[in-house]
């Protein structure tokens, strides 16, 4: 076979490929409608966070803060949670009267737990008989500041119990600072120069309180639009059912590679750290992200470091019962189900079922 043979024969196979996948396309958008989007943006009412010299990230203190997600003209939700005086998500200021169990539930985002409406971990005491629980959940946070926080307040709240709810993401994550500028919120690595962190895109703007709804929805629709322009692997992943289901397949099969990704070395120590101060008191969950559980496996190994630090481990994936329908489907957070599912969840470690 010549060239010229072999280039129109693989020209004619290129060209029904993509009709066949413009024909499967365009039969889901006559279906299904089109694809709903996959990428949004965030708003909290500022000032979200405050950081000391001495101190870890913690929320604003003593505030009512206000937290959306949206895409366009979409809104998947709109909530508030208060904080306390130590800058906590709680209503009730801390410390609280001791009981036989003082336990620290500290996590990031997950832990935080405003996104569904009414944070969870405050309302898990009502599950869990003679203990007194405190939320230690900070959006962005990773092992580090995990055990930065618990060594900042541990004392001070009597605790004699932790578990620390983690997620694949939190691995990687270095200690941040958090920058107000222009209207958004920087998360910061504290080895990063601040003109340098700035050049960098964050899709998470802050409201000073006086936007009106169709102001909030206007820059909801720019700055989508503008955090759009990505690359055409993403895109299709994104705007087109075919892209999606590419997208999926090739998520599970990389799912059992990034299982043996090795965790950072950070984050790894953070954990050594907490054993070692805290001993058989500290118990490490690994809750699944929404790709994870349509995977059907975590992309990161983090039974095996809890294994090798002599941890105790709990997996949420398997524990939890977690769908694809309990997180919402364009912010990467659980819903109100999703974190009812994991509050029962974790009562019923607490409670030793």
Known sequence: MNFKKFFQN?????????????????????????????????????????????????????????ALSMSGDHTEFDVQFKTNNFGLIDERAYPLP???RNIAIVGDSFTAGYHGGKPWVPRLEQKVSDARIYNLGITGAGFVQFDQLLSEVGESLSINETLVIAISSDVGRKPWRPIESDGRLFFCALTTQTDFCLKKKSSVYLLDGTETDDQIQAAARKHTRSNQKISLRRYLSRHTYVGRLFHSRTWKRRSKKLDAEPIADISIDALRRM???????????????????????????????????????????????????????????????????????????????
């Open 10 to 66: 693989g020209s004619l196979i290129l060209i029904f490929c993509l009709l066949g996948l413009g024909m499967v396309e365009g039969g889901a958008r006559f279906l299904l409608g089109p694809p709903p989007q996959t990428s949004g943006v965030l708003f909290f009412s500022a000032p979200v966070f405050s950081h000391g010299e001495n101190s870890t990230v913690r929320f604003s203190s003593d505030s009512i803060i206000r």
């Open 98 to 100: 001791p009981k036989s």
């Open 275 to 353: 054993k070692q101060r805290l001993g058989d008191s500290v118990t490490l969950m690994h809750i699944p992200e929404r790709r994870e559980v349509q995977a059907g496996g975590y992309s990161a190994d983090l039974k095996t470091v809890a294994r090798d630090l002599g941890l105790k481990f709990v997996d949420g994936l398997t524990l939890c019962k977690l769908t694809p329908d309990d997180y919402y489907k364009i912010d990467s957070h659980p819903n109100r189900n999703g974190y009812d599912k994991i509050k029962n969840c974790v009562a019923g470690i607490l409670n030793g079922v």
